[in-house]
C-alpha cells in the first residue's frame, strides 16, 4: 500500500533561461533534473572541469537545503558527474545554480545547451550544536576508519 505524500515544498524560483523549469521525470523520483543554460556547447576534454550554469535562482525555505547530484545515465555513458556531490545551494543564497561537472572519460564530451546535466534534491538540514568534551563514547567500531568493516 503506497504512503501518502506529504505536500510538495514550495520554492520560489526565478528562471533567466528558456529551459523549463526542473520538474520530477516519474512520480516517485527524489531529483529534479536540471539543464545547461549555455548559448553555445561546452566541449570537456578529458579531466577538465567546468561550471555549467543553469539560469535558475532559488528561495530555499529556511531548514532546507538543495543538494546538486549527478545523472546516472550521463555518469554512466559518458563519464561526466559533478565534481562536488552533492553539491549544497544553503537556504540563503539567491545567486544562479551552477553545476560544476568534470569529465572523468578519455575522450573529449560535449555539454549541449538544454542538456539535462545534474539532479536538484531538497533535503531537511539539522544544526548541530558542538559540545567540546575531553573524551568521546566507547562504540563498536571505535576509532576504525576507511575500510575497516571489510569490503564484504
Known sequence: ??????????????RST???????????SAGMDLRAHLDSPVHLAPGERAL????????????????IR???GLALNCGVTVLNAPGTIDADYRGDVGVI??????????IQPGQRVAQLVLAPVCHAQLVEVSQLS???RGSGGFGSTGLE
Not at 528558456?18 to 516517485?28: F, R
Open 52 to 67: 555549467i550554469p543553469t539560469g535558475l535562482k532559488l528561495e530555499i525555505p529556511p531548514g532546507f537545503e538543495a543538494q
Open 70 to 72: 549527478a545523472r546516472s
Open 18 to 28: 528558456s529551459n523549463p523549469l526542473p520538474a520530477y521525470e516519474t512520480a516517485d
Open 101 to 110: 561537472l568534470i569529465n572523468l572519460s578519455n575522450s573529449s564530451q560535449c
Open 138 to 140: 566507547d562504540s563498536h
Open 1 to 14: 500500500m503506497r504512503q501518502p505524500r506529504a505536500a510538495p515544498l514550495p520554492v520560489r524560483v526565478v
